[in-house]
Structures are given as structure tokens and as C-alpha cells.
């Protein structure tokens, strides 16, 4: 999980606060205007923040703040009021090619330049139905965002953790395994994960990125509960179920292939089994390691 995900809904976090700012600067300068924004508008926060003077556009196209790192997330007031700027940040990036080499899918084609496309945190929660099958290995075990190209900075190094209780990991992931969200369902996803970043690629995104990474990471327990997702109610999810079982191969999963595959009413699923019963048959089944205590879900 990205670290941005494990507390609360960060929009509503920084909501708040900039709703306190916004009032400060109504009751200081009567008739002032404002309006609030925090990645929730048409606006280019890491533009307007690199020209306020908050700090510079690291080649990972993060903003690296004012503490000198870029673990930080952007919200802003707009207002009319003639304010003065802070002294501009120099790019300190120098030399350093560290987010660029480290990427794993190469969405970091050249300095300052993300090609969403590629980037794992673009297909684990913007994509909104099925992620290409060409990608799908590029998740590797990020079943939410991915922090690579910042965990690598060396400006990130020295960040101490952040105490700031409202971006504490919440109950939502204390405890929990990979088969754990893949086995939500509507009514538990709706009950455990509002309000938490989590909520937008909604269930259907989640469960089909946990399924995903089962499929790269051969987790024993997820695979055997992406059995069950073979029904689900949702294609999406049942395709990246048929895509997972086909990566673990062996009898069983053939067998619930081939049954689903006889009640699968929808073409793309149907299409996604196929495939899926042409890689298993290739593959000798994959089997849990033995006695493996739950893991947790784990930001890195
Ligand atoms: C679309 C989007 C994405 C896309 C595309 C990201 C990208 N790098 O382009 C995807 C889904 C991939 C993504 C991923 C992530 N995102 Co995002 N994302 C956004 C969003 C909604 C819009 C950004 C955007 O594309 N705007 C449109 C384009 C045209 O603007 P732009 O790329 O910013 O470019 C303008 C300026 O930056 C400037 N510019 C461009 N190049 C350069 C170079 C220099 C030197 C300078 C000075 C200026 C400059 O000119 C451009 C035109 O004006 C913003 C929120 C927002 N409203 O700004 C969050 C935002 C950028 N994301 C954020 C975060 C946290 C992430 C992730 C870390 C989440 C995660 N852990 O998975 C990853 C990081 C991936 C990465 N390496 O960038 C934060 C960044 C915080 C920070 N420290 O910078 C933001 C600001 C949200 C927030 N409110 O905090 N994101
Ligand atoms: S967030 Fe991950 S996939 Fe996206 S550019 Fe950074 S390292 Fe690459
Ligand atoms: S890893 Fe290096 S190049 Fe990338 S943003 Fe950090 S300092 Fe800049």
C-alpha cells in the first residue's frame, strides 16, 4: 500500500484544515474571496506550490518541500488577495538518477516526465475496469499506489515518522492479509474502508488489484479465496480472478476454470478464462508454503 493510503482520507483531512485557513483569511481581510482545493479541482498543485516557494519539482515530478522531502501531500487556498511569495526553491536534484532507475516499469521515461500509463499507481487506482493484461505483472505486490520513486530519493532518507494522528494506519489494514481483501465484499468494504483513500478505485478496483497481486506474489491463501471470486457479481472481478488462478495452474484451478467458464455469460470474462486455462494448463500447481502466519497488509 502506498503510505498515503494507511490513514484517513487525506481530502478530507486537508479539507478541514483549509477550511480553518481559509476563515482566518476572511476574518483578516474582510471580502476577500477564497476557495479550497486539495486534488480535488482542475488545479496544478505542484506547479502553484513550486511557485509559491514551497520547493521543487524533484525528476520524479514529486514535489520535494520545505522539510527537504517529498512525503508531504498539496491543498490550497486561492484567494484575491495581493500576498507576497516565498523566495523560490532550487532543483537540488543534481546528478541524481535514483527514481528513474529504480521505477520498475520504466514510467519515468526522462527527468520530470511520468507516463501515467505505465505508472503503478495510475493502474491500481485510476484504471476503472480491467487493467491491460500486459501490465498486470507490472503491480508486482502494490495492491494500492506504489511509493518506489520516493522511497529511493535521498531527500526521503532522513524522514522521521509522521505523527500526525489523522495519517495513522487505520483499522482498515491493522491485521489484514491479501486473501482478506480479496474476499470483501460490498458491505464490508463499504463498512471498513470509508473514509480512506482506499474508497476510490471503489471495491471492484481493490479486489481486482489484490487479485492481480496474488497472481504475481502466488499467495497460497489469496488464490484459494480467488476461487470464490469466480462468482462474484462484479466482471472485473471475476476476470482478475480467472487471470490469477490461470498464473497458479494446477488441477484445482483448472477445475474451477472450467466451471466457471461453462455458467460465464459475459464475453470479456469468459475471454479472460480462456486465456487463463491455456496458462494453467502450462503451469504445475503452485502450492502454499507451510504454516504461514498472517502477514499483514504492509506499507514499505
Ligand atoms: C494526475 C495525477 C497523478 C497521475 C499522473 C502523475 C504525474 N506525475 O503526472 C498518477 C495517477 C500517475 C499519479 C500518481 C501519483 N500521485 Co498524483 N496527482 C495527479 C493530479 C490529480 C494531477 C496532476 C496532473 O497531472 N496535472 C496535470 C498536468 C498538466 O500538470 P503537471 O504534471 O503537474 O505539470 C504542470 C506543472 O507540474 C509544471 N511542470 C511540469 N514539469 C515541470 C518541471 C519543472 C522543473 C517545473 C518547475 C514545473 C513543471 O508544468 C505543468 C503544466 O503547468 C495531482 C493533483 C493536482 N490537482 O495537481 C496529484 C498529485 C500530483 N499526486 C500526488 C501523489 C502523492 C501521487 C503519488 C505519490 C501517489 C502514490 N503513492 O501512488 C503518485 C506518484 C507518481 C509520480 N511519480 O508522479 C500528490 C503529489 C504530492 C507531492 N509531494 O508532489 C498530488 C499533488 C496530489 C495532492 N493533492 O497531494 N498522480
Ligand atoms: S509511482 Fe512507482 S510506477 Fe509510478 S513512476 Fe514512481 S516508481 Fe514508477
Ligand atoms: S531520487 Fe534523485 S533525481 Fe529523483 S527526485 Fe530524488 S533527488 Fe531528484
Redesign the pocket.
Known amino acids: 500500500m502506498?503510505r498515503?493510503a494507511v490513514g484517513r482520507d487525506y481530502h478530507a483531512v486537508l479539507a478541514a484544515r483549509l477550511r480553518v485557513l481559509a476563515d482566518f483569511i476572511e476574518a483578516e481581510a474582510p471580502g476577500a474571496r477564497t476557495r479550497l482545493y486539495?486534488?480535488t479541482g482542475p488545479?496544478?498543485?505542484?506547479?502553484l506550490a513550486?511557485r509559491a516557494g514551497l520547493g521543487w519539482?524533484g525528476k520524479?515530478?514529486?514535489?520535494i518541500?520545505p522539510r527537504g522531502n517529498?512525503w508531504?501531500?498539496?491543498?490550497e487556498v486561492l484567494t484575491d488577495l495581493d500576498l507576497p511569495s516565498d523566495d523560490p526553491v532550487a532543483?537540488r536534484c543534481g546528478t541524481c538518477t535514483a527514481c528513474l532507475d529504480a521505477c520498475p516499469t520504466g514510467a519515468i521515461p526522462e527527468p520530470?516526465l511520468?507516463d501515467?500509463t505505465r505508472?503503478i499507481?495510475?493502474l491500481t487506482?485510476?484504471i476503472r475496469g480491467r487493467i491491460p493484461s500486459d501490465r498486470r505483472a507490472d503491480l508486482g505486490d502494490w495492491v494500492f499506489?506504489?511509493?518506489i520513486?520516493?522511497e529511493v530519493c535521498p531527500w526521503n532518507r532522513k524522514t522521521a515518522p509522521v505523527e500526525d494522528g489523522a495519517f495513522q494506519a487505520g483499522r482498515h489494514l491493522e491485521e489484514r492479509t491479501l486473501a482478506d481483501l480479496v474476499r470483501l465484499d460490498e458491505r464490508a468494504f463499504a463498512a471498513e474502508f470509508s473514509p480512506t483513500a482506499l474508497e476510490r478505485p471503489r471495491r471492484r478496483g481493490l479486489v481486482r488489484n489484490a487479485l492481480i497481486v496474488a497472481g504475481n506474489t502466488q499467495d497460497g491463501p489469496a488464490l484459494g479465496a480467488a476461487i470464490d471470486k469466480l462468482e462474484d457479481d462484479d466482471p472485473v472481478v471475476r476476470g482478475a480472478a480467472a487471470w490469477a488462478l490461470g498464473r497458479r495452474g494446477g488441477a484445482g484451478a483448472r477445475h474451477a476454470l472450467e466451471r466457471a467458464r461453462a455458467g460465464e455469460t459475459d464475453t470479456e470474462v469468459r475471454a479472460e478464462i480462456e486465456t487463463a486455462l491455456d496458462g494453467a494448463a502450462d503451469r504445475p500447481e503452485v502450492r502454499p508454503p507451510v504454516a504461514v502466519p498472517p502477514q499483514g497488509v504492509k506499507t514499505r
Open positions: 502506498a498515503y486539495t486534488d488545479v496544478l498543485e505542484r506547479e513550486v519539482f520524479n515530478t514529486n514535489l518541500g517529498s508531504l501531500l498539496l491543498g532543483d520530470y511520468v501515467s505508472c499507481s495510475y487506482i485510476e499506489g506504489c511509493d520513486c520516493q
